[in-house]
């Protein structure tokens, strides 16, 4: 079955910096618009950065735009989100997404995501 593992996740200090990484398995990244989201604890799910083929754009929501840079290996059939300037308000579980969408209707308005991983948590805190 179709898997989307997360890793990279743990406890970084405000300032410091994380790399996300989502590994799928039986299922080729290549064709497919791959997303993160992350969910604060009493807040809804929120699409952090998508990227896709399909129009071949990346999405960023504007709370993390000059901070985080999400990036794709098809070879390794991986995608990464790198978190630099990481804030308090950062912390939340981190989920991994798959589906055919446009990167802003994935993340903007979750069109399309037909798979999710386990998430990972996220802390940033001193």
């Known amino acids: 079955q179709v898997q989307l593992v997360e890793s990279g996740g743990g406890l970084a200090q405000p300032g410091g910096s994380l790399r996300l990484s989502c590994a799928a398995s039986?299922?080729?990244?290549?064709?497919?618009?791959i997303g993160w989201f992350r969910q604060a604890p009493g807040k809804e799910r929120e699409g952090v950065s998508c990227?896709?083929?399909?129009?071949?754009?990346?999405y960023y929501a504007d709370s993390v735009k000059g901070r985080f840079t999400i990036s794709r290996d098809d070879a390794k059939n991986t995608v990464y989100l790198q978190m630099n300037s990481l804030k308090p308000e950062d912390t939340g579980v981190y989920y991994c997404?798959?589906?055919?969408?446009?990167?802003?209707?994935?993340?903007?308005?979750?069109?399309?995501?037909?798979?999710w991983g386990k998430g990972i948590l996220v802390t940033v805190s001193s």
């Open positions: 997404a798959g589906g055919i969408a446009t990167a802003q209707g994935m993340c903007h308005w979750h069109y399309g995501v037909d798979y």
């Open positions: 039986k299922f080729t990244l290549d064709y497919y618009t």
């Open positions: 990227i896709s083929k399909i129009e071949g754009g990346t």
